[in-house]
């Protein structure tokens, strides 16, 4: 498996797609820095529990910079898709923030097919997945291609925050105890460097029980891609 880091933000993002979109098999666009570390490092970790097969699918990480531009670069992306016969999936990785999981997926495709423009872009109904309940699928068709979509949603509700993003998770891994008064997990993991470490040093079965949405849509964007 090939893992490539775009950094669209530092160049002009229509420029760096237009360029490598050709070679991709998939793209995890994340909400946030953090979110595209942390879903690299699961990869390096659960890569060598993924079925064997000859093909070597090439993926991209890239982040956002923040919520409001996912939308945008969603359909960027998929605008841009037609120049690759090659793309099969993109993920999408966001923070539930105040929301259920299912509402913030439903918020996010309406924005994506408000900004569809003269795509002939259609989503078939986005269904939640069997063995995560923050992981939802559609399958997007677009120009007469047909790319799937995986959305993962942080966030644990099982925790006593008012906003839920991706340091709940880190939270569990790390066994760490919510203390009075915290409205969210980035009050308590401030430094998500030391989330990575954990990672580093936690073997995948382990970090797939914390982090079970992340695992699952790279699972899924695996099997897609091979």
Not at 34 to 49: F, H, Q, Y
Not at 103 to 117: A, E, Q
Not at 159 to 168: F, I, Q, R, V
């Amino acid at each position: 498996m090939h893992i490539l880091q775009l950094k669209p933000h530092q160049e002009s993002f229509y420029k760096v797609i237009h360029d490598k979109i050709k070679g991709l098999d998939a793209i995890v666009l994340c909400e946030g820095a953090s979110d595209t570390e942390v879903a690299k490092k699961i990869l390096r970790k659960i890569e060598k529990k993924l079925p064997k097969t000859d093909k070597q699918p090439v993926i991209a990480f890239t982040d956002a910079e923040g919520k409001e531009n996912i939308p945008l670069l969603a359909s960027a992306l998929l605008l841009l898709s037609k120049l690759s016969r090659k793309l099969k999936a993109i993920v999408v990785i966001i923070d539930a923030d105040e929301d259920t999981a299912e509402k913030r997926t439903r918020s996010l495709v309406d924005s994506i097919l408000s900004r569809k423009g003269d795509l002939q872009l259609k989503l078939s109904g986005t269904k939640r997945d069997n063995t995560s309940s923050q992981v939802f699928m559609s399958n997007i068709h677009v120009n007469g291609r047909k790319i799937r979509l995986i959305i993962a949603v942080n966030g644990d509700p099982g925790l006593c925050l008012t906003k839920h993003t991706l340091e709940d998770h880190c939270i569990n891994l790390m066994e760490l105890s919510v203390p009075k008064g915290a409205t969210n997990a980035k009050q308590i993991v401030n430094d998500i460097a030391l989330c990575l470490d954990k990672i580093d040093k936690t073997d995948p079965q382990t970090i797939c029980k914390s982090f079970t949405h992340i695992c699952r849509a790279l699972e899924l964007l695996y099997t897609e891609t091979t």
